[in-house]
C-alpha cells in the first residue's frame, strides 16, 4: 500500500444477486467513496456442475447478465474497477484464487448467497473466510424493523 492511512487498495467482491450480495456491492461502494485509490474487481461465480442437460446455457445467460451489470458499475464508480466471470466447480476457492491473482487485499461478499439459509452464514462464505489469506468482510443483509 501506498500510503499509511489505506486500510486496502484492491478489493474482490462477490455477487450473486442474492441481498447480502447487493449489501456487499453497497459497502464496497462506500469503501471506494472514502479513498478513490482503492481498485476493485468485480466478480461474479458460476458454478459449472457438468450435467450435460442443456442447463448449463441457461446458467451461462444469466451469468452473462450479471456479468453486464457489474460490468455497468466497473463504469460507473470512480474508482479503478474491472467485471470478471468466474467459471469452475468450487466458488470458494474460485474466489480466493482470483484475490491472489489480481492482488486484493480485501475479499468482500455477502453472508449467504442464493441459496443459503437465513440466519447462517453460507457454505461459499464460510469456506471464504477459512481458506482466504487475506481479510474477508462479511456483508449481512439489513436488520429488519418492526
Given amino acids: 500500500m501506498s500510503e ?4 486496502c487498495s484492491k478489493v474482490l467482491v462477490a455477487y450473486d444477486g442474492s441481498a447480502p450480495s447487493a449489501r456487499a456491492l453497497e459497502l464496497a461502494r462506500k469503501i ?29 445467460d444469466e451469468a452473462v447478465k450479471v ?22 466447480t468450487s466458488p470458494a476457492d474460485l474466489i480466493v484464487k482470483c484475490a491472489r491473482d489480481e492482488g486484493c487485499d480485501l475479499i468482500v461478499m455477502g453472508s ?6 437465513k440466519g447462517f452464514l453460507g457454505s461459499v ?18 436488520p429488519r424493523t418492526a
Fill in 112 to 117: 449467504r448467497g442464493q441459496g443459503g439459509v
Fill in 32 to 60: 471506494g467513496a472514502q479513498n478513490e485509490q482503492v481498485e476493485f474487481v468485480f466478480v461474479h461465480v458460476v458454478r459449472l456442475y457438468g450435467t450435460g442437460t442443456g442447463t448449463e446455457t441457461v446458467i451461462f
Fill in 67 to 88: 456479468l453486464d451489470e457489474l460490468s455497468a458499475l466497473a463504469d460507473e464508480v470512480p474508482n479503478t474497477a474491472c467485471a470478471r466471470l468466474l467459471r469452475g
Fill in 4 to 7: 499509511t492511512n489505506n486500510w
Fill in 125 to 142: 462464505s464460510y469456506a471464504v473466510v477459512q481458506s482466504s489469506p487475506i481479510a474477508v468482510l462479511i456483508a449481512k443483509d439489513a
